[in-house]
């Protein structure tokens, strides 16, 4: 009996003294716990401080046998830098023009495709960049648009370029035919200064330089042949053209940009280029404008452009002396991020003698939607009138162009 209740009251005792126990080891576990992490710390630490050593030590070691070693290279540029940037742009359209008197229609209705255009880009080494333009049209074949190679600063600000390029006579005029903002070149560009206007061979000198006049200052001077037959002596040749343009830059705000440019331009129109026989020579002179509006961090959705040139023609030669003035203006206004809206105006004198008083004009409304930036869309009308010239005829136009590579639809 006595052993029963000593074996029960040992019992109790025994619970009642555990919940103790467990309470100092639970302690004693969080602090050998947290003397772990101490010693695991201190460990990391000491491992990273002896890493650092090691590496430093290495870095002085390095430098100084930096001037003993030798480093071969072997010359060669790997193939992926070899490779040039090859694009195709593709332009066609959709056309519609009322009928003429006679039941003919002029230029006729239907379907075309204007022009496919081959780009080679390619840097030849850190100090050039070649570029090459090849244009297929389905009724002339193939035609050599541009190439040539630029050379970057050989001097601060300045860059050289040399071959076969459309010629910096204003704005538009550089500009390739499938990046217009228009179906086709301003009426008074293809006019005054040819059909396909300013393309020669020769050097390109661009300057950027600081002056007080304007934020910044762009002098372009140009040194090409007289191969265009519409106002030099044609494929026949020996003394060359001569262009300068002055462009301004100024910026109104961090929204809001403009640039106002002079050009001039002189070369002889006689075979053989003897500028000795008499006044012989055309010269030229053209005043651009543009005002642009960009939003900052909004440029993609919304802003509006304003561009104009003037053209003046003053050719002599021995049969007649050919004086003619021309111009175009327009606006164009941002819609979206890819819906465009713009009015282009064009006024024009004849490339003619005794051209006083006669003109052509041409309104040119257009509406563009993007795609994507590699396909655009453009539906454009034209209408105009003219006095003591044929009136421009009146047509709408569907206008697709597209692009094939990294080129898009670049100006230049």
């Known amino acids: 009996m006595y052993r029963t209740i000593l074996i029960i009251l040992a019992l109790l005792l025994q619970l009642q003294a555990r919940p103790a126990g467990q309470d100092s080891l ?85 379907f075309a495709f204007r022009v496919l255009g081959l780009h080679v880009q390619s840097s030849l080494d850190p100090f050039s960049l070649a570029k090459v333009a090849l244009e297929f049209r389905p009724d002339e074949g193939v035609e050599l648009g541009e190439v040539y190679v630029t050379w970057a600063d050989l001097a601060p600000g300045l860059s050289l370029t040399a071959g076969k390029f459309r010629q910096q006579f ?77 462009g301004n830059y100024y910026d109104f705000n961090e929204n809001t940009y403009l640039e106002i440019g002079f050009t001039g331009m002189g070369g002889s129109n006689v075979a053989h280029g003897g500028i000795g026989r008499g006044d012989r020579m055309t010269r030229l002179a053209g005043m651009d404008l ?83 930036h590699w396909a655009r869309f453009r539906l454009e009308y034209t209408t105009g009138g003219a006095k003591n010239m044929t009136a421009p005829t009146s047509r709408l136009r569907l206008q697709l162009t597209w692009a094939i590579g990294p080129h898009k639809h670049e100006r230049y």
Not at 60 to 78: L, P, Y
Not at 83 to 97: H, K, M
């Open 170 to 246: 204003g704005i538009v005029n550089r500009w390739h035919v499938h990046s217009l903002d228009q179906y086709a070149f301003p009426l008074a560009l293809t006019t005054l200064l040819g059909e396909e206007g300013l393309n020669q061979s020769g050097l390109s000198l661009d300057w950027l330089v600081s002056a007080p006049w304007a934020d910044a200052t762009n002098v372009t001077l140009q040194i090409t042949n007289g191969s265009s037959p519409h106002l030099f002596a044609g494929e026949d040749f020996s003394f060359p053209a001569l262009l300068f343009r002055l």
């Open 26 to 110: 639970s302690r004693r576990l969080k602090q050998l716990e947290q003397e772990v992490a101490l010693l695991k710390a201190r460990q990391e630490e000491n491992e990273l401080q002896k890493l650092r050593q090691e590496a430093g030590q290495a870095a002085e070691q390095g430098d100084e046998g930096s001037s003993n070693s030798k480093v071969f290279k072997s010359g060669q540029r790997s193939l992926q830098a070899i490779n040039p940037e090859i694009s195709f742009t593709g332009d066609g359209y959709a056309l519609a023009a009322p009928q003429n008197r006679c039941g003919r229609q002029q230029p006729p209705s239907g």
């Open 290 to 372: 543009t005002l642009a509006w960009e939003p900052v961090n909004r440029a993609r959705y919304s802003g509006f452009v304003w561009r104009s040139e003037l053209f003046y023609v003053d050719r002599n030669d021995a049969a007649e002396r050919i004086r003619a003035l021309g111009g175009y203006s327009y606006v164009q206004y941002r819609l979206s991020e890819r819906w465009q809206t713009g009015l282009r105006f064009d006024i024009t004198q004849p490339f003619q003698a005794a051209n006083s008083g006669d003109y052509q004009y041409q309104w040119v409304p257009y509406l563009t939607w993007w795609q994507s």
